[in-house]
């Protein structure tokens, strides 16, 4: 599991977006101090109690002129509402902290050179085998499985209990097969990508292996299963902290293995005040293998909260134009040696 995740750290980072430090107008996550679903040893139970308690929130936020738009009980015990300001929903009983939802811009969708990926394949049994038996979420822009690398063979089977969807269930029922497991948006609409990001960022983590106008190419983990979340807003484009804590929640019940989020901040945040840090160090203490963007930018303040925790994956460069000399660091750690791009013949596991 770890050296697949460390793989996907390093083409990951090909497809980083960058972060618009704003606030959604009118919009918080109002976290409870009580601990979330994945913090207890019996996760059923302990979401049971928290809809009592946020039951009983609610109706003082509804007093306040609140307006309930989501609830996260896993990865974090917390609601998402509308309200005019954040100062009276600060004096619900039981509530830890409020926070503005915040926008995030996708930035850059181009690929980088290859890894030398082929000689992880080698090492786990060749490239048909790496990934097999993972479940893999992408929290982006959804994804169109129309593309080829999305498209099993025959003999390709559902784990049990899935497919899983959100609503539309048939449009994005439509969207599974033995590949990608599971399809989820959360506005309503469909997990189809209209925007392409998407698509290449779960190509290059687990892309079955076809011909392109390219030649042959291959994501790096063409064996594991998909689990495709949409985040992005179809009105703006952008995407939003409450959307990405629901994903996440999501995510987690639907036992994911590993969780990449390719978009990551211009600007360092505190885990003061950014709830989506504190739902993701939730995430890695449950065992799930989390990556994230740290950046397109040099210089310092250029990593966000999520990136630099010590648990987790984080990738980036000094700038969005592709090179031919990738370096991996470690968060919190010293680089490792760079890896000049290569051809290495016949496969390409690169979009």
């Known amino acids: 599991m770890r050296g697949l995740a460390r793989f996907l750290l390093v083409l990951a980072g090909a ?10 107008a009118g919009r918080f996550i109002v976290e409870f101090a009580s601990a979330p679903a994945v913090r207890h040893a019996l996760p059923e139970r302990r979401r049971a109690e928290i809809r009592v308690e946020q039951d009983a929130a609610e109706r003082h936020l509804r007093a306040r002129h609140a307006r309930l738009l989501a609830r996260v009980d896993t990865v974090l015990n917390a609601l998402v509402v509308e309200a005019p300001d954040a100062g009276a929903l600060r004096t619900v009983p039981g509530v ?13 969708n181009r690929a980088l050179a290859n890894h030398r990926v082929p000689e992880a394949w080698d090492l786990s049994g060749g490239a048909e085998s790496a990934g097999k038996g993972v479940k893999i979420g992408i929290l982006d822009t959804g994804i169109d499985t129309r593309h080829p690398g999305f498209r099993p063979p025959e003999d390709w089977t559902m784990p049990e209990g899935y497919p899983r969807v959100s609503e539309p269930a048939e449009e994005n029922l439509a969207l599974t097969n033995a590949k990608v497991i599971v399809a989820r948006s959360f506005d309503g609409q469909s997990a189809r990508d209209r925007v392409g990001h998407g698509t290449a960022v779960a190509m290059v983590a687990a892309g079955l292996r076809h011909e392109s106008p390219r030649g042959l190419i291959s994501g790096v983990a063409p064996g594991a299963w998909l689990g495709v979340y949409r985040v992005s807003s179809l009105d703006d484009g952008l995407i939003y902290s409450d959307v990405v804590l629901q994903a996440l929640d999501q995510a987690v019940k639907d036992g994911m293995d590993v969780i990449n989020m390719s978009f990551g901040s211009v600007g360092a945040n505190s885990s003061d005040d950014d709830p989506l840090a504190d739902a993701v160090r939730n995430v890695v203490q449950a065992g799930i293998v989390v990556v994230n963007a740290a950046g397109n930018t040099a210089g310092p303040m250029t990593v966000d909260d999520t990136a630099a925790n010590e648990k987790v994956l984080g990738v980036g460069s000094n700038n969005s134009t592709p090179a031919d000399v990738t370096q991996v660091i470690p968060s919190r750690g010293l680089p490792m040696p760079a890896a000049a791009s290569s051809n290495v013949g016949s496969l390409d596991p690169i979009m």
């Open 15 to 24: 497809l980083l977006p960058s972060l618009a430090q704003e606030a959604a």
């Open 96 to 108: 830890r902290r409020v926070s503005p939802v915040r926008t995030y811009e996708l930035f850059l």
